[in-house]
Every structure is written in structure tokens, then in C-alpha cells.
Nanobody, 119 residues
Framework: QLVESGGGSVQAGGSLRLSCQAS????????MGWFRQAPGKKREGVAT???????SYTDSVKGRFTISRDNTKNTLYLQMNSLKPEDTAMYYC???????????????WGQGTQVTVSS
């Protein structure tokens, strides 16, 4: 089970930190990621992190977002700084025992948390 939290409304330039609490599996062996979907748009990958802590980001968030994981707390994080109106979307946590991919997605998904950035 994956449960996201930390979404909300913020003005452009602000920050938010999303959290994803995982349960029901050996968290530290799974690859994790964050995806987002804005109204009328396709889901897109935002960031991924593997079991070794190697991270990757989509170009539009590089330098602004940081993905991290705390294996002692079974929790995934997404620190989002310098937020822009175009970051407005529902953000989803994802997990997979093999790999989380921007193109292939993942096997397990949370319910999402809304992020709204106003100009």
C-alpha cells in the first residue's frame, strides 16, 4: 500500500514536500518514483529512485525537485522548490520490485495528492 501526503496550494516560487508512506512489502528492495497528471494531460514521470538511492529526473524539474527515501521509515519524499504553475497536477507515488520507469510506469500506485501552484 502506498499513501501520499503533503500536497496543497502554494504560490509560484514556493515549496512543498510530498511524502509517500509504504507498507506491506520489503520497501528497501523496491524502486520508487513520483508521477503527475494534470487535467487533460497524460501522466508523466517526475522522478525515480532505485533501491541503491540512484535518482533520475524529468528535465522540467531538474534543479528544483529532489527525490529521496528513508528506508528506516518506509517513506519516499519529493522536495519541490521554486514551484511553477505548470507543476500543478495530481502527484502519484509508484513502486516496483524491478524498476520504475518514466515510460513503463510501475506495478503499484498510490491514490495521489493534489498540488496546485498559483501565479
Amino acid at each position: 500500500q502506498l499513501v501520499e501526503s503533503g500536497g496543497g496550494s502554494v504560490q509560484a516560487g514556493g515549496s512543498l514536500r510530498l511524502s509517500c508512506q509504504a507498507s506491506g512489502y520489503t520497501y528497501n528492495r523496491f524502486s520508487m518514483g513520483w508521477f503527475r497528471q494534470a487535467p487533460g494531460k497524460k501522466r508523466e514521470g517526475v522522478a525515480t529512485i532505485d533501491s541503491d538511492g540512484n535518482a533520475s529526473y524529468t528535465d522540467s524539474v531538474k534543479g528544483r525537485f529532489t527525490i529521496s527515501r528513508d528506508n528506516t521509515k518506509n517513506t519516499l519524499y519529493l522536495q519541490m522548490n521554486s514551484l511553477k504553475p505548470e507543476d500543478t497536477a495530481m502527484y502519484y507515488c509508484a513502486a516496483d520490485f524491478r524498476s520504475v520507469s518514466f515510460t513503463m510506469g510501475a506495478s503499484y500506485w498510490g491514490q495521489g495528492t493534489q498540488v496546485t501552484v498559483s501565479s
